[in-house]
């Protein structure tokens, strides 16, 4: 149990800005790391997978969710979307919300791609955020 609450610094950013590679630098510097990513990974092979086989039949394979066939099946479909987010954004909740009762660090960080779009409440956000990079022919 925290003898104080931690000061809960949001980390967010688009695909390939660098938020792996930030939460893992903070990590290294002994900053407790809530990765929502890998929550959703095993979320999919255990608790989760057969609540989203019955939402989404043929999205999952051996009770294990097929990311590749979930993703056909709401790409595109903003209701199916939705759909799956109402399931999945509670449970991950439910997580960070024990990750959070069970460290006594001041400072931890929250990774998270959908911060912002989840209403998650933190103390300060750091969006991770990196330059286009140009090819070889000046581009």
Request: hydrophobic share 50%; charged share 15%.
């Amino acid at each position: 149990m925290p003898v104080n609450k931690p000061f809960v610094i949001g980390l967010t950013g688009a695909i390939g800005m660098g938020k792996s590679e930030t939460a893992k630098l903070l990590a290294a510097e002994g900053v407790p790391v809530f990765d929502a990513d890998a929550v959703i990974h095993a979320l999919y092979a255990g608790e989760a997978a057969a609540m989203i086989a019955a939402a989404f039949p043929g999205s999952t394979r051996n009770g294990v969710v097929d990311r590749a066939a979930l993703g056909r099946l709401v790409t595109g479909d903003p209701a199916a979307l939705a759909r799956l987010e109402g399931l999945m954004h509670p449970l991950v909740a439910e997580r960070r919300e024990e990750f959070l009762a069970q460290t006594n660090a001041p400072i931890v960080v929250l990774d998270i791609p959908l911060l912002l779009e989840t209403g998650t409440q933190v103390d300060a956000v750091v969006v991770a955020t990196a330059p286009r990079l140009c090819s070889a022919s000046g581009s």
